[in-house]
């Protein structure tokens, strides 16, 4: 049985409802849980969410960690499914994180029937080199884990206490690239090997039983954040005088702060507005050229040396295109749903993250 977490501070208004009566999946749970948001939004006081456990895959990468400390300071409980326990018992030492429960692939199962909500956020990180042998597994990461994931919730919906919600990350290389065009929810796919990823990706996650699961697809842009993501290695390249726009500089960077996406996916799983598709970037992407000389300025370095086309795909082969054609995402969903940033803009983002060095 997993402890209550002592960490962080208690969210205002804590109730304490038993899950086994009051479970996120119950009819009953979600009258009340509306008749509380209505109630409460009409002064614009924060609203109160029931203590939840939260399955969440990929709970050791970059978002993830980030994630389940949030979801620990507002007293929830996390099971951490891992394929490797040694590794996550290390991010996650017991005797710091005492409301986080480690599971390995055979104990998946138990932890998903006994979820409020599960998180997916497992990949293989597509930073690097693309071999046709990487690009399988780039894909086949992402989908395997989903699928499992989709059985097992699938498989809990007759338990008394079972997921109500399933957040399953997903990325805007869904659209493809484009210098000219921007792509809301409502655009089509792309054509190209990130688009066919994201949307076998997405259909995995769309086998879950919708009937009895509220399913949250977040199309994921650039994370901004100092220990992980693109900008980790972008910042000691202009900390040695070395940084500097990639390519041509004009191609569009969809990005959103670590917090805000954070923000995102737990707004995705408490409250029941969130559904279907949601883009998962800030409201104002910018050109690479742009970021990186307002990285430059906050970390008071110039940015003057440019990663010419060739070098950079000598390095990433294939996987430059990403970097090197970009897209323009917009948050259309986001931003009707009333979503509140703490970073709409990159150089308040970029200052941000600049403190913390």
Same mark, same amino acid.
């Given at each position: 049985m997993?402890m209550?977490?002592?960490m #962080?501070?208690?969210? !205002?208004?804590?109730?304490?409802?038993?899950?086994?009566?009051?479970?996120? &999946?119950?009819? +009953?749970?979600?009258?009340?849980r509306m008749r509380?948001?209505?109630?409460?939004?009409?002064d614009?006081s924060?609203?109160? %969410?029931p203590?939840?456990? %939260?399955s969440?895959?990929?709970?050791?990468?970059?978002?993830? +960690?980030?994630?389940?400390?949030k979801l620990?300071? *507002?007293? /929830?409980?996390?099971c951490?499914?891992?394929?490797?326990?040694s590794?996550?018992?290390?991010?996650?030492?017991?005797?710091?994180?005492?409301?986080?429960?480690?599971?390995?692939e055979?104990?998946?199962?138990a932890?998903v029937k006994?979820?409020?909500a599960?998180?997916?956020?497992?990949?293989?990180?597509?930073?690097t080199?693309?071999?046709?042998?990487i690009?399988?597994?780039?894909?086949?990461?992402?989908?395997?884990v989903?699928?499992?994931?989709?059985?097992?919730?699938?498989?809990?919906q007759?338990a008394d206490v079972?997921?109500?919600?399933?957040?399953?990350?997903t990325?805007? #290389?869904?659209?493809?690239t484009s210098e000219? /065009?921007?792509?809301?929810e409502?655009? !089509?796919?792309g054509?190209?090997?990130?688009?066919?990823?994201? +949307?076998?990706?997405?259909?995995?996650? +769309?086998? %879950?039983n919708?009937?009895?699961?509220?399913?949250?697809?977040l199309r994921?842009g650039?994370?901004?954040?100092?220990?992980?993501?693109?900008?980790a290695?972008?910042?000691?390249?202009f900390?040695?005088?070395?940084?500097?726009?990639?390519?041509?500089?004009?191609?569009?960077?969809?990005?959103? /702060?670590?917090d805000?996406i954070?923000?995102?996916?737990?707004?995705?799983?408490?409250?029941?507005?969130?559904?279907?598709?949601i883009?998962?970037?800030a409201?104002?992407?910018v050109?690479l050229?742009?970021?990186?000389?307002?990285?430059?300025q906050?970390v008071?370095? !110039?940015?003057w040396?440019p990663?010419p086309?060739?070098?950079?795909k &000598?390095v990433?082969?294939?996987g430059?295109?990403? %970097?090197?054609?970009?897209?323009?995402?917009?948050p259309?969903k986001?931003?009707?749903?009333?979503?509140?940033?703490?970073?709409?803009?990159?150089?308040?983002a970029?200052?941000?993250?600049?403190? *913390?060095?």
């Amino acid at each position: 049985m997993m402890m209550m977490n002592q960490m #962080g501070v208690p969210a !205002p208004l804590k109730l304490e409802l038993p899950l086994t009566r009051y479970s996120a &999946a119950t009819p +009953r749970f979600m009258r009340m849980r509306m008749r509380m948001r209505c109630a409460l939004n009409s002064d614009d006081s924060p609203v109160p %969410v029931p203590p939840m456990t %939260v399955s969440i895959t990929g709970a050791t990468g970059f978002i993830g +960690r980030r994630l389940v400390q949030k979801l620990l300071s *507002d007293d /929830h409980k996390v099971c951490v499914l891992t394929r490797s326990a040694s590794k996550a018992a290390s991010v996650f030492p017991a005797s710091t994180y005492p409301g986080v429960t480690i599971a390995q692939e055979g104990d998946w199962e138990a932890c998903v029937k006994a979820s409020s909500a599960v998180v997916n956020l497992a990949g293989m990180p597509i930073s690097t080199r693309w071999s046709p042998e990487i690009k399988r597994e780039i894909k086949q990461s992402r989908i395997n884990v989903t699928s499992k994931v989709v059985k097992y919730i699938n498989n809990a919906q007759k338990a008394d206490v079972r997921p109500s919600v399933f957040v399953s990350a997903t990325a805007i #290389g869904y659209y493809g690239t484009s210098e000219i /065009h921007s792509f809301d929810e409502s655009s !089509p796919s792309g054509n190209d090997y990130l688009a066919e990823v994201c +949307r076998e990706w997405e259909a995995r996650a +769309r086998e %879950v039983n919708q009937e009895d699961v509220r399913l949250v697809l977040l199309r994921i842009g650039v994370v901004l954040g100092k220990d992980g993501g693109a900008l980790a290695k972008m910042i000691p390249l202009f900390m040695m005088f070395a940084g500097g726009p990639l390519g041509t500089g004009r191609q569009w960077f969809s990005w959103i /702060h670590l917090d805000d996406i954070v923000n995102l996916i737990y707004e995705s799983i408490a409250n029941p507005a969130y559904k279907g598709v949601i883009n998962g970037t800030a409201p104002n992407p910018v050109r690479l050229s742009e970021l990186c000389e307002r990285l430059g300025q906050v970390v008071g370095r !110039p940015s003057w040396l440019p990663v010419p086309e060739f070098a950079l795909k &000598a390095v990433l082969g294939e996987g430059a295109s990403v %970097v090197l054609e970009g897209q323009k995402v917009l948050p259309k969903k986001a931003k009707e749903l009333g979503f509140s940033y703490t970073y709409p803009y990159v150089d308040g983002a970029l200052k941000a993250i600049a403190r *913390d060095l």
